[in-house]
């Protein structure tokens, strides 16, 4: 399980992690109207974390980290998991969950603006314009005619959706200077449990015992979403990075917001608007543009393993 893939098979397999991701927005939707945002995410965290267990103790995995691989899993913990998935699901209760992605994944020009900031990287010109691209993307879809801005639940969703993606940001940009001691996959269920433990505590305080009416149509939404479009889509991702090179998985990951779109038309009847085909356009080439100018830091990064 270690060894490294075929080109065919990572490219199929990586597929699978963009077609997983993208449809997870419309379950998270579906989801929200159900169970409140935090406990939706939280039921979620245990069913990925029995999930991860059962193929982390398959595979030889399992294993117990070092301290200084803590930092990573409390930020990925709390930043990703706990904010990023508490936020997005809080959101999508009053956007559509095709606005909600193509806001969501706004995440990458965040980095190449804040990075320059904070001394982690240099704001070249190709960046520059790469964020200046996704920002304009971002615009469109904000403008009044795609939000309502008499709307104070739409506006705020909106927002919740962005700040969502900021900690991604953050997230990410800690963890380009991270030195991993143990690999990712092995980290993964570390942060899992940590975000898993957040979250039911949060829950409990904040909303007190869900009272959920279960369904069969609930259960398989949250199966899809702990099993599918957590372990099997971080998984799959961990073994595509192991064969094919990070500015391809990263130029890939554009398509999740297309397929999410797609998705969120099929499953839910969402209308596919001007104003958010301009926008997931202007997003998806803003961040394709930084993320290209990104080759010779990716470069340094993969000969560093």
């Not at 691989?69 to 959101?91: E, R």
């Not at 070249?124 to 200046?132: N, Q």
Request: proline share 5%; charged share 10%; with cysteine.
């Amino acid at each position: 399980m270690n060894a490294s893939l075929s080109p065919r098979a990572a490219i199929g397999l990586f597929l699978i992690v963009v077609l997983a991701w993208g449809v997870n927005w419309s379950v998270t939707k579906q989801l929200v109207q159900f169970v409140p945002p935090l406990w939706s995410a939280a039921i979620r965290s245990w069913i990925a974390l029995v999930g991860l267990f059962v193929i982390l103790r398959a595979s030889d995995n399992l294993v117990i980290p070092e301290r200084h691989d803590v930092p990573v899993i409390l930020s990925v913990a709390l930043l990703h998991m706990t904010l990023f998935s508490t936020l997005t699901a809080a959101g999508l209760r009053f956007i559509p969950a095709s606005k909600g992605i193509v806001l969501g994944y706004t995440t990458p020009l965040w980095v190449a603006l804040a990075a320059p900031l904070l001394g982690k990287d240099a704001l070249t010109a190709p960046k520059l314009g790469g964020a200046l691209l996704g920002l304009a993307g971002l615009a469109v879809i904000l403008n009044p005619s795609s939000i309502d801005w008499t709307n104070v639940n739409v506006v705020l969703g909106a927002g919740m959706v962005i700040l969502a993606a900021i900690c991604w940001a953050a997230n990410i940009i800690y963890l380009r200077s991270h030195r991993w001691i143990a690999s990712p996959l092995q980290l993964l269920i570390w942060q899992v449990l940590v975000a898993t433990v957040v979250l039911t505590i949060t829950a409990t305080i904040t909303d007190g015992l869900p009272h959920v009416e279960w369904s069969s149509r609930l259960v398989l939404l949250f199966l899809y979403s702990g099993l599918i479009g957590t372990v099997l889509a971080y998984w799959a991702m961990s073994m595509v990075n192991k064969s094919i090179s990070a500015l391809t998985t990263s130029l890939g990951t554009t398509g999740t917001p297309i397929v999410g779109i797609a998705s969120a038309a099929i499953l839910l009847g969402e209308p596919i608007d001007i104003s958010l085909a301009v926008a997931a356009a202007l997003i998806v080439a803003g961040i394709g543009v930084a993320t290209l100018a990104d080759r010779p830091l990716r470069g340094q990064a993969t000969a560093r393993g």
